[in-house]
């Protein structure tokens, strides 16, 4: 695969993880890279459009936990290791549910994608970390620091 050409724009990031049939999926990635962005997450929105995800980049791997509060839409979380490989995944969390999710392993992303996805995709192997990078590196460098970068989805 030729490596993504980083576009500006406030559509996303688009992330591509390997499915385990072999082929790829793509999501149109928001991305979460600050503290205050890792706390609201997806928190008070009432829907999540299909093919859209949420990714939370800690930067360093460590036990991550998630939870649920003030979240209306189900999900499904995926937790990866600083390589892209899936180490963890839970399927259906539950609205705003206390619970806490993950924490077993050391992760560096958190991809979140709507209830169902990855059961119905067979989401297992990896995240192309080298997009998730460039996405990141170009969202911290914009005049609209904060907002999304995007790479054009192929």
């Not at 559509?11 to 793509?26: I, K, P, W």
């Not at 360093?60 to 990866?80: A, G, H, N």
């Not at 169902?116 to 970390?129: S, Y």
Request: aromatic residues 6%.
């Amino acid at each position: 695969m030729n490596a993504p050409r980083v576009v500006a724009g406030e559509s996303g990031c688009a992330l591509t993880v390997r499915l385990a049939n072999a082929g790829n999926v793509t999501f149109r990635a928001e991305l979460a890279l600050t503290r205050q962005q890792h706390a609201r997450g997806l928190m008070h929105r009432r829907a999540l459009p299909a093919g859209r995800a949420m990714l939370f980049d800690f930067g360093e791997p460590r036990p991550i936990v998630m939870w649920m509060k003030d979240t209306f839409i189900s999900l499904d979380i995926l937790f990866f290791d600083a390589h892209g490989r899936l180490v963890e995944r839970y399927n259906d969390a539950v609205p705003h549910s206390l619970k806490l999710i993950g924490g077993a392993h050391q992760v560096r992303y958190v991809l979140e994608i709507n209830a169902g996805e990855a059961r119905a995709l067979a989401l297992q192997a990896r995240l192309d970390t080298a997009q998730v990078a460039q996405c990141a590196a170009r969202a911290a460098t914009s005049p609209a620091a904060g907002r999304e970068a995007a790479l054009p989805l192929r």
